[in-house]
């Protein structure tokens, strides 16, 4: 029996409208979520993986235009509601956790009042156990400080607490929720993330542009590239059987502890402009590129337990004769 997907999105596409031209900054973008599932989004900067998570919440700025075959979360169209309806879903129904903490709090609003915003006139004793719940019980009696008082890793448990646990969301939308955190801090909110995926059964959408980053929290995995998923699967199978040779570049690109015996390489070139090209985005920068990938861009195929957009896509044994080939 099939679940109902939490999230569903089929091509979706973002342009932004801006005085230097038209940027196509999500296109074509297919993907489903189940329930209590953690699926990542791993890219470059600058390939999409924000602007989806903004589309999903109906939260892009005027100057985007986006449009979509579906897009609907347990099952209500996204696209359809209302500025009410919009209310009803974003935090009671989907949460987001931002990537800098820091901003997306008042710097001149004690916290406690911050936190009556969201929770309105909750009692203390409730406060505390929601604070005790991402490990912030000691916090209770530094409410009435400020934000500038705390560290980056107390201010993002407390997002997670506000945008996870205090309104109880049944999807989670984290955008580089570490990225500004130190390893071991970073080591912690990751913990504190699929803690509580595990206890709440919240579904996940994890974005990052580290692919390490990723492997310790997802179970699936979309790579994305100039605005296109380029490669979606399971992530012991895209570890396994990279299948894109973008996904491979960014394997071999990847720190050794996740990988086995290679030497790190770096992906030469760039990806500015690559939304613009008639084939496929990543040919200028692909080993195995021949003329039909400049020509003719490749549609989304499923390839065993993955979904890849690429003319050549690779087997395990064809991955590393490429590897070998590249090398
Ligand atoms: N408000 C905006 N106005 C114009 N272009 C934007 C805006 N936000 C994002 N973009 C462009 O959309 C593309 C995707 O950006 P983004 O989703 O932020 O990527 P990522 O999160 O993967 O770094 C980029 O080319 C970026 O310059
Ligand atoms: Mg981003």
Redesign the pocket.
């Known amino acids: 029996m099939r679940t109902e997907p939490l999230l569903a999105v089929r091509d979706l596409d973002v342009v932004?409208d801006?005085a230097r031209g038209r940027?196509p900054?999500?296109r074509g973008v297919s993907f489903d979520l189940a329930p209590g599932e953690v699926l990542g989004l791993v890219?470059?900067?600058?390939?999409?993986?924000?602007?989806?998570l903004s589309a999903v919440m109906r939260l892009l700025?005027g100057?985007?235009v986006a449009g979509a075959r579906r897009l609907e979360f347990q099952g209500t169209d996204l696209m359809a509601l209302n500025a009410a309806g919009l209310r009803g879903v974003r935090g009671t129904g989907i949460g987001l956790i931002p990537q800098r903490p820091m901003t997306s709090l008042s710097q001149v609003t004690p916290l406690r009042k911050q936190l009556r915003w969201f929770l309105g006139d909750m009692p203390q004793s409730e406060v505390e156990d929601l604070l005790g719940q991402v490990g912030l019980r000691a916090v209770a009696e530094r409410l009435d400080g400020y934000p500038f008082e705390f560290s980056g890793g107390q201010l993002q448990r407390l997002l997670i607490m506000l945008s996870a646990l205090a309104r109880r969301p049944s999807l989670l939308l984290a955008?580089e929720p570490t990225t500004t955190l130190d390893a071991t801090v970073q080591a912690q909110v990751l913990r504190l993330i699929l803690d509580l995926r595990e206890r709440l059964g919240l579904g996940v959408v994890f974005?990052s542009?580290d692919l390490g980053v990723i492997a310790q929290v997802c179970d699936r995995v979309g790579v994305?590239y100039a605005?296109r998923l380029v490669e979606t699967a399971p992530i012991g199978e895209l570890f396994d059987h990279p299948r894109h040779p973008y996904t491979r570049a960014l394997l071999r690109a990847l720190p050794s502890r996740y990988r086995r015996g290679e030497r790190i390489a770096v992906i030469g070139g760039t990806a500015a402009g690559a939304?613009r090209l008639p084939g496929c985005p990543f040919a200028p920068r692909c080993p195995r590129a021949e003329a039909r990938c400049r020509e003719q861009e490749p549609e989304a195929r499923q390839t065993g337990g993955a979904v890849v957009r690429c003319h050549f896509p690779e087997d395990a044994a064809g991955a590393r004769n490429t590897t070998e080939a590249a090398a």
Do not use: R
């Open positions: 932004f801006t940027v900054a999500v890219g470059e900067s600058g390939s999409g993986k924000s602007t989806v700025p100057v985007a955008d974005v542009h994305m605005g939304n």
